[in-house]
């Protein structure tokens, strides 16, 4: 349905109860601009250069967004080191530092500029297909000595994510037996070996994200040797893409793990790692 009149011209025709068309469903859909957090919005302005984002967005946007919500993305940036005030212009006091805390007007008019400019990390983090807060945890993981743990990580936590959730990458506790016609002891087993599998995984950190975590550096540890394998066998590195691919679903299959999710995540490791140049 999504294609049509999009890549090829047609028709679509979707079906709703009438009380949840009258009574739940809105005209028109909430502009991201009123409903998503505006730090990479406030971010990306400042790297353009705009003196006055606050005067720019109210008189440019087509839904501006409230002066609220502005404050909280500027005051978000700074708390994270990405955006800084600009030093104070001799003879002049300058502004006090803000509070961490503190979510008051940040775009206080002095002239033609709100006083912010964009830090070194604020650059690193604008380069990344990230958040903020996860653009920060991996400019910040080289220097602490987990570069590698703090990519994976992110790649697991972004958002739209083709992985998904962090627990999607471990198979399902509901039961597939279930919906096939077995009994219910069969998918009560298959219950207990996914549950199993994720306390592997877990290493009672009790944390879906580092279980996953833990789950994606062996999977990416596995496909390296595999690959080693591959290159120093007969056939000199021209193994079967097929075997390849069958390897790694029975491994996944043994450790409770969906490769599907896996390989998403390593294609945005990938990236990742290719934009920091790892």
């Known amino acids: 349905a999504g294609r049509a009149g999009r890549v090829a011209p047609g028709v679509v ?12 469903m809105e005209e028109l ?24 984002v606050h005067a720019t967005l109210s008189s440019e946007a087509l839904v501006p ?4 919500a502005l404050d909280l993305a500027a005051n978000r940036l700074l708390c994270l080191g990405i955006l800084e005030r600009k030093p104070a212009a001799p003879g002049c006091s300058g ?27 604020g650059r690193l983090c604008a380069s990344l297909p990230l958040d903020p807060e996860l653009g920060r945890l991996v400019a910040l993981g ?32 509901v ?37 996953a975590l833990e789950a994606l550096k062996q999977f ?8 080693a394998g591959r290159a120093s066998g007969p056939s000199g590195g021209g193994g079967s893409r097929a075997a390849g691919e069958r390897a790694e679903r029975a491994w996944c299959s043994a450790h409770g793990l969906v490769r599907k999710r896996l390989v998403d995540l390593s294609l945005r490791v990938a990236e990742l790692a290719a934009r920091l140049a790892l």
Do not use: H
């Open 13 to 24: 025709f979707r079906l709703y109860p009438r009380s949840f068309f009258e009574n739940k």
């Open 175 to 211: 039961p597939k037996a279930l919906g096939s016609g077995a009994g219910a002891g069969g998918g009560g087993v298959q219950v207990g070996w996914a549950l199993r599998a994720r306390q592997r995984w877990d290493r009672r950190l009790y944390s879906e994200p580092l279980a």
């Open 65 to 68: 967004p409230c002066r609220a």
């Open 95 to 121: 502004k006090p530092p803000l509070r961490p805390s503190s979510a008051r007007a940040l775009f206080e008019p002095t002239g033609t500029d709100d006083g912010l400019s964009v830090t070194g990390l």
């Open 29 to 52: 859909d909430t502009p991201e601009m009123s409903r998503l957090p505006l730090e990479r919005v406030v971010l990306r302005a400042k790297l353009l250069g705009l003196p006055m």
């Open 220 to 227: 990416l540890l596995f496909k390296l040797r595999a690959a």
């Open 142 to 173: 080289p220097p602490l000595g987990c570069a590698a743990d703090a990519v994976c990580l992110a790649a697991i936590l972004a958002k739209g994510s083709a992985a998904g959730s962090p627990g999607d990458l471990f198979e399902a506790l």
